[in-house]
């Protein structure tokens, strides 16, 4: 296929190879102690730029255009060339980004306190960030005593709203869910299996752990799900909504095949629906028999994209017995996911928790369920308008990797991932220190909790459960009216 | 529902629709009389469940080992993501019965059928065995529709000559030899037939078919890499 991107190199270049050495996808080699680049084989990962120790390599887009054309644009006329001479269904991965659907975090600002109500210093005075998530008590009991009677069924604890999203082991490397074990750890949050198992040497990090349970069901057993702190059934993901996901025989290799509990070199398919679960009483049933397994002693999350009808769906699940309720919106990301599913199917993540909060609000249950929202969290704002709108968390992803080097080059889906994290090529792998990895996690989640603290400050808040569906924070600019009500905020200056 | 322990085994009695009975069980035996309800042995991991009756849907759900022998039928989604250990229902199951059930290393999840099945038998079957006898069906159908739709490993086996209906044209199906019969069968069927007193011969006898992936045709040619 024609090239996208080319490689250059300046007078800067000392012949260190090093760039060839670290690019996986063969696009620079080294031919008679010369550099060669086949640009075709590009995908703008960075790694050659960002290792170069003389900064003379350059990526840029090819400068052939295709006749500009407002209907059919460039990656339509490849994408047909490429359908034609395959028959394939476009793979890609990582999140949607074509642009087309509003990113309505960017549209939201934030209030801030002037004259009439004092702000809060961070520095000076206590903030409280910890988030408790789960279902919680209806009414205070007292026993015959009048002692109160410990009502509170298993909760998670947050030290910061903000955990990691669920990546599994055969999609991402050991290495990474090991930086996120310890990084969740350090940090007192939690990061996620994701549904390709746990690795054994991952079980001390029980405290910190979600486990999640797919209808692929891999790598699930009595142990996997008392090795958490809290167990997630994953419906659907904001990536590729409504399908099921399928590991590719090339990534069940060694450990990954024995976490997963698959043969090596066989195909993982995880079924698009649950095939015993058609129905809320069937969730019900699934929620149930998982906290029959763990002696009521963890809490259980449904795990769904955010869809047309996500308001019913979160009340149904809400009443279904589940703690809470993970919501993965439109831009989330994936290992592998079909481009036109990820590009076309479910909806922002910012308006399904607004819808979420309201519709569970109307209907007295709001208590009854943790939300967490997810799907392109990038900063702390994301963070901080997420849980005004309506969310008690978030978890990130992208956001996650981008701390461990990845430059979201889109190709998770080759198994070459040049940082080493979408891969499973002990080369590779070998690119990421798990603990420097979870040095940068902290330090990104540390930053942002900070940040979090100012903005929560800055308005005269001082705690996250004040903040929680607090819309009155929230402005929109650049929104019609219909938009404005489904987020359920005013216009900036009203 | 009376609970009594008998020479080290459990027995539950008068069982009326209790839900999730033996979830996440290791060890022992449980004898189950009247009937129980959903989610009976999920997540079943070890000892052995026997079911003095017939039993409801999901049952033995994610199970990972141990047996459940049913003297009855089972509901629907029985056996879902089964990963290794045995279920044997003497009579009949309904849809959606071994859908995804699995193999890995020496597990080898193992269903056998006394009667007939209903719709979608082993979709998505990704390893292990699923053996259905039709005891008393005999010259009928003795599954469903869409039986094996999507299944990439493992083998369905079936006594019979009859192809299930509308079977898909991404699996093949191949009548099993006497060779295989002794070797895969026999013991398997054995088994089944000792757990509930019958005659092993008459359950092996006549003809039967085996059902598997067309591995020429698998998921990953679906694709093309943007």
Redesign the interface.
């Known amino acids: 296929m024609r090239a996208r991107y080319r490689i250059r190199k300046d007078e800067e270049c000392i012949s260190c190879f090093k760039c060839a050495k670290e690019c996986s996808f063969g696009a620079i080699g080294v031919v008679d102690g010369r550099l060669v680049f086949h640009h075709d084989k590009c995908v703008d990962c960075q790694r050659c730029v960002s290792s170069c120790p003389t900064g003379a390599v350059f990526i840029s887009e090819d400068m052939n255009r295709f006749r500009a054309n407002s209907v059919f644009k460039e990656d339509d006329i490849r994408?047909i060339g490429?359908?034609a001479s395959?028959?394939?269904?476009?793979?890609?991965s990582m999140g949607a980004r074509d642009g087309q659907v509003p990113v309505y975090f960017d549209k939201l600002l934030l209030n801030a306190s002037q004259v009439t109500n004092p702000s809060i210093d961070p520095l000076r005075e206590p903030m409280e960030t910890a988030v408790f998530l789960g279902q919680r008590p209806e009414r205070v009991e007292r026993g015959v005593d009048g002692r109160l009677v410990d009502n509170l069924p298993p909760h998670l604890e947050l030290s910061t709203p903000v955990m990691f999203s669920a990546m599994s082991y055969g999609a991402i490397s050991l290495n990474v869910h090991k930086a996120l074990a310890l990084a969740a750890q350090e940090l007192g949050t939690y990061w996620n299996t994701g549904e390709g198992g746990l690795h054994e040497s991952l079980y001390p990090y029980v405290r910190n752990t979600i486990v999640q349970?797919a209808?692929?069901?891999f790598g699930?057993?009595?142990t996997y799900?008392n090795s958490a702190a809290a167990i997630e059934i994953k419906i659907g993901q904001g990536a590729k909504p409504g399908i099921g996901g399928?590991l590719?025989?090339k990534k069940i290799v060694g450990d990954v095949s024995r976490t997963r509990?698959?043969?090596e070199g066989?195909?993982?398919?995880s079924?698009a629906p649950?095939?015993?679960i058609y129905s809320i009483e069937?969730l019900a049933?699934?929620v149930?028999?998982l906290k029959?397994?763990t002696g009521y002693r963890k809490p259980v999350i449904v795990k769904v994209a955010a869809v047309h009808n996500i308001a019913p769906i979160a009340s149904g699940i809400a009443r279904s017995g589940a703690d809470m309720i993970s919501i993965d919106g439109y831009r989330g990301g994936t290992g592998a996911a079909?481009?036109r599913i990820r590009d076309n199917v479910g909806i922002p993540i910012e308006l399904a928790i607004a819808v979420v909060d309201q519709r569970l609000r109307e209907e007295r249950i709001r208590d009854r369920v943790g939300i967490i929202a997810s799907g392109s969290i990038r900063s702390s704002a994301d963070v901080v308008k997420a849980i005004a709108l309506g969310a008690d968390a978030v978890s990130i992803g992208t956001a996650a990797l981008c701390a461990l080097g990845c430059h979201i080059c889109?190709s998770c889906?080759?198994g070459r991932c040049a940082w080493g994290l979408a891969t499973q090529d002990p080369e590779l792998t070998k690119r990421l220190d798990p603990d420097e990895g979870a040095r940068r996690l902290v330090n990104l989640v540390n930053a942002w909790t900070k940040e979090i603290k100012e903005m929560m400050g800055g308005m005269g808040i001082n705690s996250i459960e004040a903040l929680r569906g607090n819309r009155r924070a929230l402005r929109g600019v650049d929104l019609n009216v219909k938009e404005l009500e489904i987020l359920g905020i005013g216009y900036a200056g009203e | 529902m009376r609970k009594e322990i008998v020479d080290g085994e459990v027995r539950l009695s008068g069982c009326l629709g209790e839900?999730?009975i033996g979830?996440?069980m290791?060890k022992g035996v449980l004898h189950v009389e009247g009937t129980p309800g959903?989610?009976l042995a999920?997540?079943l991991?070890g000892g052995e469940v026997f079911v003095d009756g017939n039993t409801q849907?999901?049952v033995a759900?994610?199970m990972?080992a141990g047996l459940l022998a049913v003297r009855g039928s089972a509901g629907d989604?029985l056996a879902?993501?089964m990963?290794g250990g045995r279920v044997y229902i003497l009579g009949d199951v309904g849809y959606?019965a071994g859908?995804?059930m699995?193999?890995?290393?020496d597990?080898r999840s193992v269903l056998v059928v006394g009667g007939r099945t209903g719709s979608?038998l082993g979709?998505?079957l990704?390893?292990g065995l699923i053996i259905v006898l039709g005891l008393g069906c005999e010259g009928g159908d003795i599954t469903g529709y869409f039986c094996g739709n999507?299944m990439?490993?493992g083998t369905i086996y079936l006594r019979t000559g009859k192809a299930p209906v509308n079977l898909s044209d991404k699996l093949i199906l191949r009548h099993v030899d006497e060779a295989e019969k002794a070797a895969v069968l026999r013991p398997v069927v054995e088994d089944f037939a000792s757990t509930f007193s019958l005659d092993a011969k008459l359950c092996l006898s006549g003809d039967f078919i085996a059902i598997e992936a067309d591995k020429s045709k698998?998921?990953?040619?679906?694709?093309?890499?943007?």
Do not use: W
């Not at chain 1, 066989?266 to 398919?269: G, K, L, S, T």
């Open positions: 994408e490429l359908q395959t028959g394939g269904v476009l793979l890609s349970v209808s692929g069901r699930v057993h009595e799900l399928h590719t025989g509990m698959v043969p066989m195909d993982a398919i079924p649950h095939h015993d069937d049933q699934l149930m028999s029959e397994v079909p481009k889109a889906h080759t | 839900r999730y979830c996440g290791k959903n989610a999920c997540y991991d849907d999901a759900d994610t990972n989604a879902y993501g990963r959606r859908v995804h699995k193999a890995y290393e597990e979608f979709e998505y990704a390893g999507g990439y490993a698998t998921y990953s040619q679906l694709y093309a890499a943007v």
